[in-house]
C-alpha cells in the first residue's frame, strides 16, 4: 500500500488547490441552475412586493352642457382624484406573507445550493478515488508487461508453450484496457469539475499522455475534502431531521397558504375606492366626494378561501409524509454505511494478508519453487482486493451523497459565511 500512497501523494504536490470554501463558493457562483433560481425568487419577492403596493392612483373627470339660470349653455365639470387604497387589515396579511416568502425562497434556494455542493463533493471524491484505482491499474500492467517478458524468455527457452504465452498477453492487454477506461472516467470527470469552478487549463494536444491530466496544471486538489466515515449518532441524527430544510420549506408553505385564506377571508372590498374633487354648476365651484363600495354579497371569497384552507391542509398532511420518509431513507442509509465500512475493514486485513502471500509467492518462484502461473495469481489476487477496496469506497462515498441529499445538508464543515 505504500507505493500506492506515495505514487498518489506525489502527483498531489502540485495540483490546482482549492480550500473546501473556495470549492463551495465557486460550485455556487458557477451553477445555471442556482443563477436560475437565485433570480427567480428576486422576481417572485418583487411581484409580491409589487402586489403589496397601493395601485395607481387616477383622475376621473365628466363634461356634461347644461343650461345656467339664465338659459345660457354651459359645461359643467366634475373632477375628482380617486383612490385605491389596501385597507389597514389587508396590508398587514400581505406583510405577512411576503414576510413568510422571503424566509421560504431563502430556506429554498439554501436547499439548492446544499444539494449541488453535495453532488460537486461526490464527483472530486470519485474523482480522486478513480486516480487511486488508475494508479492499481497501472501497477497491474506493469505486472503483467514484467510476467510477460519473462514468458517470453521462457517461450524462446522452450520451457513454455505458446499457448501459455499467449495467455499471459491476453491478462496483459485486458489489463492495459482496464487501465485506459479508467483514463476516459477521469477525464471525463476533470472536464465536469473544471466547468463547475471554472477552471480554464491550457489546451491538451491530440496525442498527449494521460500524465497531462495529472500535472500541475490539471489536477485539480481540495484538501479539506477526503474520504471519511460518517460519524453521527441518533441525537444528531434526529436534530438534523428536526431542523430539515425539506420540511420547513413545505411549512413555511403551509402557513403562506394559511394567510392567503385570511386574506381571502377579510379582503372583500379590495376595488373600494374614493376620490375627492371638485365640481362646477352655474358658475359656481363645489366640493365633491365620490365612493366605490362592492357589496360582498356572493360566496366568491368563500370559495378563495376554501381554496387556500385545502392546500394548507394537503402541504401540512404531505409535510408529514415526508419527514417519515426522511427518516425511513436515512435510517436506511446509515445502515448501508455501516455495513459498507465493515466490509472495507475486513478488506483491508484481506489485503494486508494477501500482501504477505505475495511476497512468499516471490520468494517460492524466485527459488524456483513454484511456477509463474501461481505466482501470477498470487499479485492478482493482491490487486484484485486493491481494487474491491477502491470500488467499495467509491460506494461508501455515493451512499454518504444519497444520506446528504435526502437529509438536505452535508457533513462537511464550511466556515465562514454561506
Do not use: C
Not at 5 to 21: H, I, M, N, W
Amino acid at each position: 500500500m505504500l507505493w500506492l500512497t506515495a505514487g498518489l501523494l506525489a502527483s498531489f504536490l502540485s495540483a490546482k488547490t482549492f480550500s473546501v470554501e473556495e470549492f463551495f463558493k465557486r460550485v455556487e457562483h458557477n451553477s445555471m441552475e442556482l443563477i436560475q433560481k437565485k433570480a427567480e425568487f428576486i422576481s417572485l419577492l418583487e411581484e409580491q412586493k409589487s402586489t403589496n403596493a397601493w395601485d395607481f392612483p387616477f383622475i376621473s373627470n365628466e363634461t356634461s352642457m347644461v343650461r345656467n339660470f339664465q338659459g345660457i349653455a354651459e359645461a359643467q365639470p366634475r373632477t375628482v382624484l380617486m383612490i385605491k387604497p389596501k385597507l389597514p387589515w389587508v396590508s398587514r396579511l400581505l406583510a405577512q406573507s411576503l414576510s413568510i416568502k422571503n424566509v421560504q425562497y431563502r430556506k429554498s434556494y439554501e436547499l439548492s445550493r446544499n444539494l449541488a455542493f453535495i453532488g460537486a463533493k461526490r464527483l472530486y471524491l470519485n474523482y480522486i478515488l478513480n486516480i487511486e484505482k488508475h494508479n492499481i491499474y497501472a501497477r497491474r500492467e506493469q505486472i503483467f508487461l514484467s510476467q510477460l517478458n519473462a514468458a517470453q524468455r521462457k517461450v524462446e527457452a522452450g520451457s513454455m508453450s505458446e499457448k501459455d504465452y499467449i495467455n499471459f498477453k491476453n491478462s496483459y492487454l485486458e489489463s492495459k484496457l482496464a487501465k485506459i477506461n479508467m483514463e476516459t472516467l477521469i477525464i471525463n470527470q476533470e472536464k465536469t469539475l473544471n466547468t463547475m469552478l471554472a477552471i480554464v487549463h491550457p489546451v491538451v494536444s491530440k496525442n498527449a499522455d494521460f500524465s497531462t491530466f495529472l500535472d500541475k496544471d490539471h489536477l485539480i486538489k481540495i484538501p479539506g475534502l477526503q474520504f471519511e466515515y460518517v460519524r453521527i449518532g441518533e441525537y444528531g441524527l434526529q436534530r438534523i431531521l428536526d431542523h430539515s430544510l425539506y420540511v420547513e420549506v413545505l411549512d413555511l408553505s403551509a402557513k403562506d397558504y394559511k394567510v392567503n385564506a385570511n386574506l381571502a377571508n377579510r379582503d372583500v372590498f379590495k376595488n373600494f375606492e374614493f376620490g375627492l374633487g371638485a365640481e362646477s354648476y352655474n358658475s359656481a365651484t363645489n366640493f365633491s366626494i365620490e365612493f366605490n363600495i362592492p357589496l360582498p354579497v356572493t360566496p366568491k371569497n368563500i370559495h378563495l378561501k376554501r381554496k387556500f384552507l385545502a392546500l394548507e391542509n394537503g402541504t401540512r398532511a404531505k409535510n408529514v409524509v415526508m419527514k417519515r420518509n426522511i427518516g425511513i431513507n436515512a435510517h436506511a442509509y446509515l445502515n448501508q454505511l455501516q455495513t459498507k465500512e465493515k466490509y472495507m475493514k475486513i478488506q483491508i486485513e484481506a489485503i494486508d494478508n494477501k500482501a504477505k502471500l505475495m511476497e512468499m509467492g516471490r520468494i517460492a518462484y524466485e527459488a524456483q519453487k513454484i511456477g509463474l502461473f501461481e505466482y501470477l495469481i498470487y499479485q492478482n489476487s493482491y490487486m484484485d482486493a486493491l481494487i474491491a477496496l477502491a470500488e467499495a469506497k467509491i460506494e461508501y462515498v455515493d451512499i454518504t451523497a444519497l444520506l446528504e441529499e435526502t437529509l438536505g445538508q452535508t457533513f462537511t464543515r464550511i466556515r465562514g459565511p454561506q
